[in-house]
């Protein structure tokens, strides 16, 4: 079957995302230091990132909807500390805008603006991450995220979602993302062709399933799906 679309995940496809994730809180640290000083009093960064991991274990309900879970626990903030709601909204735009200046890849840019020609191109993503603010929307038909289908990768309800966005069936779909379980292993079992962008060129960890392809560097997609499209 031809192939019309293409996935792509966002956090550690595109751009690295532990650094901006670290920066985002230090931030958000700082902002609280200045606006709602008694949590910085009760709460090392360290302590604080515990108390949201504990958060997190505890509303386990919400972790495709990362930033519903984070105005909750900043809601638990507040009342911790002896403040009321008003913290959460400005509370949480701090750390979203923060979170939202992410360095794209100068070959994600290349790729995508190669690709977007060829093929229909959408994001899939189970983060908070905004490619308006980022601004690469101009490269994407569509983007499906998990906070608002309600399943994060790898349910197989999210990339059903993707492909309904795509107008295509499953095999004319290609998923390119990062993640084992839930990039190449989720989009596999809905019956996308997967690409998996091994950045750190780490051995593939998983027994039960390999991706269809591999690559280490962004650049090397274009190559893989010309392979694909002179076989079919
Ligand atoms: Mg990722």
């Avoid at 985002?24 to 609280?32: D, G, I, K, S």
């Avoid at 999210?158 to 839930?182: M, Q, T």
């Amino acid at each position: 079957m031809t192939i019309r679309c293409l996935t792509f995940d966002l956090d550690d496809t595109l751009w690295w995302c532990s650094p901006v994730i670290a920066r985002a809180e230090a931030r958000f640290y700082a902002w609280l230091e200045v606006h709602y000083p008694a949590i910085p009093a009760r709460y090392s960064t360290g302590g604080l990132l515990e108390h949201r991991k504990a958060f997190m274990r505890e509303r386990t309900e919400l972790l495709h909807d990362l930033t519903t879970l984070r105005k909750h626990w900043l809601r638990r903030l507040a009342e911790e500390g002896g403040y009321d709601e008003s913290l959460v909204e400005p509370g949480f735009t701090v750390y979203w805008e923060a979170r939202n200046e992410v360095e794209v890849f100068d070959e994600a840019h290349a790729l995508l603006d190669a690709l977007r020609a060829e093929y229909r191109l959408g994001a899939v993503t189970n983060g908070n991450a905004d490619v308006r603010r980022i601004g690469i929307d101009h490269y994407f038909e569509f983007v499906i995220r998990s906070e608002e289908i309600g399943a994060a990768k790898p349910h197989p309800e999210i990339f059903a979602a993707a492909l309904a966005a795509g107008g295509v069936a499953p095999g004319e779909a290609v998923h390119i993302g990062d993640d084992p379980v839930r990039d190449i292993q989720g989009a596999a079992q809905a019956g996308l062709r997967t690409i998996w962008v091994n950045l750190r060129d780490t051995p593939w960890p998983l027994e039960a399933l390999a991706p269809d392809a591999s690559v280490t560097r962004l650049a090397e997609v274009p190559a893989v799906l010309r392979d694909w499209q002179a076989e079919s």
